[in-house]
């Protein structure tokens, strides 16, 4: 079936620095999300992606929809311990219900 | 201003035995999911409900069943409970944009069901 690689799997920055996450996949899709995950919480949704080359901003957060419909990338500028968290990529086809969420990409801020 | 409400939030089973997760959603979203996270593995669909009265398979539903009792509420239920089945399981809702633009919108999820199988 299909997968998604996510990476990197963790990263530990400092606290003012940017950050950039990305995911891959081996087949195309027509949507990709990017979620939070916050302990002992759901994930909740953060960017949304609907055309390929898409690249859509949500504050410190750009997200961008790979040319290939194969990639999505998520960067966070100037990041703050609040970001602390698991960031998921998920993609899913035109009329699909099935979305597809890769492992995740755990975050660290230090202060 | 609840979104999704799951229950309950942890869980302990022994091993064979069943129990129910109920999952409500008060926004008239039409579609509704459940999934399970494990360690390094994401999130997994288990079973969907694309709209009140219909349920399917996703990438991992043996073991499990469900019910779309309505439009607000899905149960995801464990006949026989396996040490395998021990995980946080996410129940979901989203709506529909419409085939042109995409298919379901984002989901909202709940906040999670704890259940260790023993």
């Known amino acids: 079936g299909q997968q998604l690689n996510q990476s990197p799997q963790s990263m530990f920055i400092q606290e003012g620095e940017d950050v950039s996450m990305n995911c891959t996949s081996s087949s195309i899709f027509n949507t990709w999300l990017w979620y939070k995950q916050e302990p002992g919480e759901g994930p909740v949704l953060l960017i949304a992606?609907?055309?390929?080359?898409e690249l859509t901003s949500n504050g410190r957060l750009t997200a961008q929809f790979g040319i290939t419909r194969k990639d999505s990338f998520l960067n966070i500028s100037a990041s703050i311990p609040s970001d602390v968290g698991i960031y998921f990529c998920a993609g899913r086809n035109t009329g699909g219900f099935k979305t597809i969420f890769g492992a995740g990409t755990r975050l660290f801020v230090k202060a | 201003n609840a979104g999704v409400t799951q229950t309950p939030k942890f869980q302990v089973l022994k091993t064979g035995q069943s129990m129910t997760l109920q999952c409500a959603q008060d926004m008239n979203h039409n579609s509704m999911y459940w999934y399970r996270q494990d360690p390094g593995m994401g999130l997994r669909l288990i079973y969907y409900s694309a709209s009140e009265g219909t349920t399917d398979k996703g990438e991992v539903p043996n073991g499990y069943n469900v019910s779309r009792l309505n439009k607000r509420e899905f149960s995801l239920r464990l006949e026989s409970a396996a040490p395998s089945q021990t995980s946080v399981y996410f129940c979901?809702?989203?709506?529909?944009?419409?085939?042109?633009?995409?298919?379901?919108?984002?989901?909202?999820f709940g906040s999670g069901t704890r259940l260790t199988v023993v």
């Open positions: 979901a809702s989203s709506e529909w944009r419409g085939t042109a633009t995409g298919g379901a919108d984002g989901y909202t």
């Open positions: 992606l609907y055309k390929a080359g």
